[in-house]
């Protein structure tokens, strides 16, 4: 579908632009610069809502979609379009961006413009690297994105910011020049930067095992996966509230995008020799981690191994697809792992949006992340131990809640595979129970803890809103996650059987 | 009248979930009274219509039905549904569930009068209430699933509902996590039966179920296991959780921290069915495995005798209780791996009525003793509290399976189906399950001894100047500040009305539950485990069933356990400590629960801390982050130092290099 309306391209400069505005304005008022961010975050959200209410589910094909000459040298397009996937990250993107601006609203006191700026610069960029379908574009945008954040955690960070920005920047840079490496080579074969050329391409065995590495990198490390994940914890740590919600959010799911749009189409041969690595590592995530979760100590690098634990689903669900081809030699039932994988994705991102917001409520208020500093919260905090509670549950996978449908759908499909898969992937019932509600319990409930907690006072309703906003689609997509699923059968159909056949 | 079942089943739930949200989201906007009202409006709403599609059921001749709600997703070609299956095990169920919930709710006017949670609690009980409705009602696996962890939530947050307390707190979190370990069995469970079955609705999945029967798989390589033992002792493991089987027993003892009324509800007549309901709901599925129902029936009646033990050496009063529990959701256990699941939900019934009756009379003791559940100081308090000592009577005898009594008739029968059973195991089962009758006479007797009759052990200190309802939490243990006086109606009227039940129920119901045909079409037993007939064969109805009790062994196994408890208790109070320390190795054991607690404390608890902190500090630290990532950057930082030095900038350095270079080169074209 293309519409003559260029709403991808409003929805990745409309945010920039409005950077740009907040920048100036900024020097005139640098406080009350705040609504106008809420006014641009706000806009672009209400702009990327036709994306949902006009997005036909019939069709696999790109919709939305803009192409433009960009470079015609080297046939580098401005190509846009989004499918079943992308969608619903970008809409997540737009909504989380507006909560990371109130979020932000008081808390932060120092160079208000520009960290509004930052966020709204980001946000544009997420939007294009989940809707660019030129591989040359994507990489910029995805390369792009990280100054963004890396300004966020280095300026507004904690103590450690510098030490984290330089691990984050370096990890993440490393990847990604063996992804435009790859990039680069099939540009040399097929004449070409657009993806769907490429996911088109019958690219050789040898070929496609190098390709599917060099991406393999830029992904891992950005979902992230065993062992290349410790830039995470760390990032995390020394990230303002705003910048964990973003990275726990939207960036995590770039790498698990990157599989979908990526790995798996362009290289299907390859990723089926390799799977097992994909989805070994994936188990190691949910049950190493879950156990690293639980010896934390301090809040937000539990939040941050459980995020990790999370996403470990997200690359089972999406690799297990394989497996089953492979031992059943029909595609039946394997829809329902991708599904799960990024109702994953997209559950992770507001439950673990709202954790670590949860978490920026009581830094804002003891000014630590150390779980032994609070105990007996509820006491004080009765509507955030509510929150809290609630969003812990679903972190948890209760039924109900978002963060059940995913697991679940996963669960049910690795059996299909294999019963030690499924077993291993069961780990997290009890792990995940294990980590979220011993904190909980050390850090709501009990008598109050020491003489700062019992001055602690209760959300206001600025924060009430934030994470009521946050409530709302966890408990929505609990319920009824049909119509988030819609949207998504008939790309995620047509990616398995794309997967499913040779290119050989 | 079918047209509006499902209208009145969406009310049966939908109902207490909005008390629950009313006296829950608003509760700072409403009085104290409307969060009650609501709430009891809710449950009894429910309850009514329960009561009447149980009416239409019995006398109006409707028949099962299958409603689907919504569409919760459609994935490639499996359905998940939410939906109702209302036959005559789900109309007994929520009938059941929602009576003794309002009994409950009632109770709570009294029981919870002073707490600062009052409303927070009348919004948790009714969730909770919405919870289990659900879980019997559902007509799916997913929804059993949302059933099912839904009531673990709210009976994690009723553990720990008075969370300053750090045994309540440590209590919930170890009820959850305990729970979660047999969920993690439930859930695979589910996932082998969507795989081969295809669908998770009940309906497809029981008529698929016979094509079960050959079919193996291998989990080790090389042994061959049958589908639905497999599938079905997974199944199990979820119902040990839940119903607090040995080994999962361990968080229910602990979840007494809760207050009293939720002891009653969910740790006793409800939620910790939901085991025994499930497995009776999958009949069709258990009686395709003699392996699995050995199984189930010899852990039932581990958990039957062994519990019950442990019941013995206990002195609070509702832990006495809480063991009791066990040691019967045991025997229900047993029955239903006898495969005579029609009995097992007869006990589960009248066990709902009895225990909660109990619990709610423990809690009118505890009311009047100030919050003191230490049995060492009470006795005595029949002439105190008439009410509450002639219904826990009738409850205790309910209990010991007395003739004539709703608990005689469903216990008698379950030894007997068990007596009558050939599966493997059931040998011993029979003597965990007659013996098991001694020992629940012993220490439902203790119990009764100890807290209504005997001296007073209490003390009143008449001088105590502070008023009665704060001078509690200063008193010491066993000190009072005025003499111990029945509880106000709303507390004795729901006894009165869980005592009729416990009283009478048995002798209408035994016939037609049991022998009728009223479970046909919900619980299925296969023809070759006719365990059932054996019984129909021996039983003229339930007069002459009491009158034959006087011949049959049950009787006067517990008869000899009321004796002993009688001699210990009243006749030679001295003996209890002379035994105990006579017997001291077996003494300890039971007073430590045969050391579950610790071991688990020990390799569980412990050990995935330890694990975690040894994946964390020498794993992610040591070599992924010490070695691989500042390790790299170190190695790259060492050989820029290495290779600098070459950048000497001395000619002669380089012409040294070339001549060296010149000479190898030269060398290997000669030598090659």
């Known amino acids: 579908m293309t519409t003559d309306f260029p709403i991808l391209s409003i929805l990745l400069w409309l945010p920039i632009a409005g950077a740009l505005v907040v920048l100036v304005a900024g020097k005139l008022a640098p406080i009350s610069v705040r609504w106008l961010a809420l006014f641009f975050a706000t806009v672009v959200f209400a702009l990327s809502v036709p994306l949902w209410t006009g997005f036909n589910p019939g069709t696999a094909g790109m919709q939305f979609v803009e192409n433009l000459p960009w470079i015609s040298t080297f046939n580098v397009h401005y190509h846009l379009g989004v499918d079943g996937i992308s969608m619903p990250l970008i809409l997540l993107n737009t909504f989380m961006t507006v909560l990371v601006v109130i979020a932000g609203w008081e808390v932060i006191q120092y160079k208000i413009a520009q960290y509004m700026a930052a966020f709204l610069i980001m946000e544009g960029l997420i939007n294009g690297v989940f809707s660019s379908l030129d591989s040359l574009l994507f990489y910029v945008l995805w390369e792009a994105m990280l100054i963004p954040m890396f300004l966020i955690i280095g300026i507004w960070g904690g103590p450690r910011r510098v030490y984290a920005t330089i691990k984050f920047f370096l990890y993440t840079f490393f990847g990604s020049v063996l992804m435009l490496v790859a990039i680069i080579y099939m540009y040399v074969k097929t004449g070409s930067y657009d993806i769907l050329v490429f996911q088109h391409t019958s690219f050789g065995m040898t070929a496609q095992l190098l390709i599917f590495l060099a991406f393999l990198v830029a992904f891992a490390v950005k979902v992230p996966m065993w062992p290349v994940h410790t830039w995470l914890p760390d990032a995390h740590v020394e990230a303002p509230t705003g910048g964990s919600v973003i990275l726990a959010a939207i960036l995590l799911k770039m790498g698990a995008y990157g599989f979908l749009r990526f790995s798996l189409p362009i290289a299907p041969d390859a990723s089926r020799m390799l799977m097992w690595l994909i989805i070994g590592l994936s188990l190691v995530a949910i049950i190493y981690i879950g156990f690293v979760a639980i010896a934390q100590t301090d809040m937000k690098k539990l939040v941050a191994y459980s995020s990790i634990a999370h996403m470990g689903f997200v690359t089972l669900g999406i690799f297990i697809v394989l497996l089953i081809f492979q031992k059943t030699a029909s595609t039946d039932g394997t829809v329902m792992g991708v599904e799960g994988g990024l109702v994953q994705m997209i559950s992770h991102g507001f439950v673990s949006g709202a954790l670590f917001l949860c978490v920026g409520v009581l830094y804002d208020r003891l000014h630590t992340r150390d779980i032994k500093a609070y105990g007996g919260v509820i006491n004080l905090m009765p509507a955030f131990a509510f929150f809290l509670v609630l969003f812990a549950m679903a972190n948890v996978g209760l039924p109900g809640t978002s963060g059940f449908v995913g697991e679940w759908m996963v669960i049910l499909t690795s059996m299909k595979a294999d019963f030690w898969i499924a077993f291993g992937a069961a780990f997290t019932l009890f792990l995940g129970a294990a980590y979220t509600l011993w904190m909980v319990k050390r850090v709501l409930y009990g008598p109050v803890g020491n003489s700062n907690v019992s001055g602690m006072k209760d959300i206001g309703k600025r924060e009430f809103i934030v994470l009521g906003l946050c409530a709302i689609p966890v408990i929505v997509i609990g319920v009824w996650p049909a119509p988030l699923l819609n949207v998504m059968h008939a790309t995620v159909s047509n990616l398995v059987h794309q997967v499913v056949q040779s290119k050989l | ?672």
């Open chain 2, 1 to 672: 009248m079918t047209q509006s079942m499902p209208a009145i089943f969406l009310l049966i739930v939908l109902a207490p979930l909005a008390a629950a949200v009313v006296s829950g989201i608003f509760m700072r906007f409403i009085p104290r009274s409307a969060a009650h009202w609501v709430t009891i409006l809710g449950v009894g709403l429910s309850f009514a219509l329960s009561a009447y599609v149980l009416w239409q059921m019995l006398f109006a001749g409707m028949g099962s039905m299958n409603v689907t709600v919504y569409d919760w997703a459609m994935v490639g070609n499996v359905q998940f549904q939410v939906g109702f299956l209302v036959d005559r095990l789900t109309a007994l169920m929520i009938t059941v569930v929602s009576f003794v919930s309002l009994m409950v709710h009632i109770y709570t006017i009294g029981y919870m009068a002073d707490d600062p949670g009052y409303k927070r609690f009348f919004s948790y009980i009714s969730l909770f209430t919405f919870s289990m409705l659900m879980l019997v009602m559902a007509n799916n696996f997913l929804q059993l699933f949302f059933g099912w962890e839904a009531v673990g939530l709210v009976s994690y947050l009723l553990i720990g509902f008075w969370y300053t307390r750090p045994t309540a707190i440590y209590a919930n979190l170890k009820a959850f996590l305990v729970n979660r370990v047999g969920d993690f069995g439930f859930l695979l469970g589910i996932a082998l039966v969507l795989m081969y079955t295809g669908s998770l609705n009940y309906g497809d999945v029981f008529s698929h179920a016979p094509q079960l029967a050959g079919q193996t798989i291998q989990l080790f390589p090389g042994v061959a296991w049958a589908v639905p033992t497999v599938i079905c002792l997974l199944l199990f493991v979820g119902a040990m959780g839940k119903s607090a089987q040995v080994p999962l027993h361990v968080w229910l003892p602990d979840s007494m921290e809760g207050p009293t009324p939720i002891s009653a509800l969910i740790h006793a007549a409800t939620m910790v069915t939901a085991g025994i309901f499930m497995v009776a709901r999958m009949s069709p599925l258990f009686e395709l495995s003699n392996t699995a129902l050995s199984v189930v029936m010899v852990i039932g009646a581990i958990t039957a005798m062994f519990m019950g033990l442990v019941g013995i050496v206990q002195n609070d009063i509702k832990r006495v209780i809480a063991y009791s529990t066990l040691s019967q959701l045991g025997y229900m256990a047993t029955a239903l791996g006898a495969s005579a699941y029609a009995v097992s939900i007869f006990h589960l019934m009248t066990h709902a009525f009895f225990k909660a009756l109990l619990f709610l009379g423990a809690g009118s003791v505890i009311i009047a003793m100030h919050h003191e559940q230490d049995m060492r100081h009470m006795g005595g308090l029949r002439k105190h509290m008439p009410i509450t000592y002639a219904t826990f009577i009738v409850g205790s005898l309910a209990l010991i399976a007395f003739p004539g009594f709703s608990g005689f008739f469903s216990k008698d029968t379950i030894i007997e189906a068990v007596h009558e059973s050939q599966r493997a195991g059931s040998g011993f089962a029979y003597w965990c399950v007659l013996l098991g009758a001694f020992v629940t006479a012993l220490y439902t007797f203790r119990m009764l001894f100890l807290t209504f009759h005997g001296k007073p052990r209490y003390v009143i200190e008449q001088n105590h100047g502070q008023p009665a309802d704060t001078g509690h939490a200063h008193m010491q243990p066993g000190h009072l500040p005025h003499a111990p006086k029945e509880s106000p109606w709303v507390v004795t009227a729901p006894l009165i009305l869980l005592a009729i039940p416990s009283l009478i129920i048995g002798w209408p119901l035994i016939e037609p539950l049991l022998y009728g045909n009223f479970f046909a079409g919900s619980i299925y037993v296969s023809p070759a485990h006719h365990v059932m007939q054996s019984l129909a064969a021996h039983f003229h109805g339930s007069g002459s069933m009491v009158l034959e009790s006087i011949a049959s062994p049950t009787l006067w196994v517990a008869l000899s356990g009321v004796l002993v408890a009688w001699l210990f208790y009243i006749f030679r109070p001295t003996w209890p400590e002379k035994t105990a320390k006579a017997l001291n190795p077996i003494y300890q054991l039971l007073l430590h629960k045969f050391y579950f607690d610790e071991l688990y404390a020990l390799l569980i608890a412990g050990g995935a801390r330890g694990l975690g902190m040894l994946l964390w500090r020498f794993g992610d630290e040591k070599i992924i982050d010490g070695g691989l990532v500042n390790g790299s950057a170190n190695a790259v930082g060492r050989l820029a130092r290495i290779l600098r030095r070459s950048q000497s900038g001395y000619l002669y350095h380089y012409a040294f290099a070339m001549i060296i270079g010149l000479c190898l080169l030269l060398g290997w074209l000669i030598l090659r």
